[in-house]
């Protein structure tokens, strides 16, 4: 059994996050990374580097008691999603992680969680810093894309279709099985839905395969009504979306009516798939990079001239929830 002990900073970050230092760099553009005040990092040229960063809180992104391993997939899982919206290729990260106790086995188990998705996808962490404090999760991810192929909220036209990848919901049943709020006797489908939430997929291949494809991309990270407004205000169109083809698992289906699932899929947020606008002509070439990632993709809808967001429910107009996802509201 993992020791209990409580660490000191330095030594926790010699642990727990220099440690792939020992059999050199993960990348041969790390110059330098963690144990300096700075890394150094070796940028192609011709290449644009792409940055985002993210902070999770307990409480607040994850129940307080959640496994510390899904806590350092879901911190780096969420910068991934970013990457993957963009088109990028991810490359880099830094942490900086806040904990009331520095305690070896809880962090064993984090390190070990951030540290596996970070190899999946080549990514070096490459310093932060560690304090005292509410637990809290904040990463900084830096990518790389050919210059000026990145793809963007923004790049959207009338009659595109509104797409979304993998299934929506998901998470929002697992959020609601983890804390107590749904109870099913259908116990490989809660356990599909539970991980679903814990473990999030980030779509980092599609999102690579969809440049010079997709017109407009973004992931879903608050919900469909909370993130395609975005989109479609980006785009200066307006967006339409047939509720009816919104993709629900089989999963959620076996332990909540539709309706309810229907509402999840909406608004719940924290499902990390993505969304993406793409010209009619090329859906099939972009459901072929899909299928070849095992990948469902959807068409939901459409973006038309004009503002604002539609909704309809078999060709009638559909109420959807105000909102999504909203850290002030």
């Known amino acids: 059994m993992a020791d209990r002990q409580t660490l000191g900073e330095f030594e926790l970050i010699d642990r727990f996050f220099a440690r792939s230092r020992v059999a050199g760099p993960l990348r041969q553009d790390v110059v330098l990374g963690v144990g300096d005040d700075a890394a150094l990092l070796r940028v192609p040229a011709d290449t644009d580097l792409v940055v985002s960063v993210d902070t999770v809180v307990s409480g607040r992104h994850f129940p307080p008691d959640s496994p510390p391993r899904s806590i350092g997939h879901r911190s780096l899982a969420v910068n991934l999603s970013d990457m993957a919206a963009m088109g ?4 880099w990260a830094t942490l900086a992680l806040t904990l009331p106790r520095a305690d070896a086995a ?6 070990d969680g951030l540290i596996a998705l970070a190899e999946a996808h080549d ?3 490459v310093g932060g810093d560690t304090t005292a404090g509410p637990l809290t999760v904040s990463i900084q991810i830096m990518g790389l894309i050919a210059r000026g192929t990145a793809l963007r909220r923004s790049g959207a036209s009338p009659g595109d279709l509104l797409v979304v990848t993998g299934t929506l919901g998901d998470a929002g ?4 099985l983890v804390t107590g709020g749904l109870a099913t006797a259908e116990h490989a489908a809660a356990k599909e839905l539970v991980e679903r939430f814990e473990y999030a997929t980030p779509r980092v291949g599609f999102g690579t395969g969809a440049r010079g494809v997709a017109s407009a991309a973004m992931d879903l990270s608050d919900g469909l009504v909370g993130d395609l407004p975005k989109l479609a205000r980006a785009s200066g169109l307006a967006a339409h979306v047939e509720v009816a083809r919104l993709p629900i698992s089989r999963a959620l289906r076996a332990v909540v009516p539709l309706a309810q699932g229907r509402e999840w899929a909406l608004a719940a947020g924290d499902d990390y798939e993505l969304l993406l606008a793409v010209p009619p002509s090329r859906f099939e070439e972009l459901s072929s990079t899909a299928a070849r990632l095992n990948l469902t993709l959807t068409a939901i809808g459409e973006l038309r ?21 909203d850290h002030f509201r």
């Open 305 to 325: 001239p004009g503002m604002g967001v539609t909704w309809t429910l078999d060709g009638a107009p559909y109420a959807a929830p105000s909102n999504g996802f």
């Open 123 to 125: 990514v070096a962490l």
């Open 88 to 91: 990028a290729t991810p490359a």
């Open 173 to 176: 049943a697992g959020l609601a």
């Open 106 to 111: 809880w962090l064993e188990s984090f390190a």
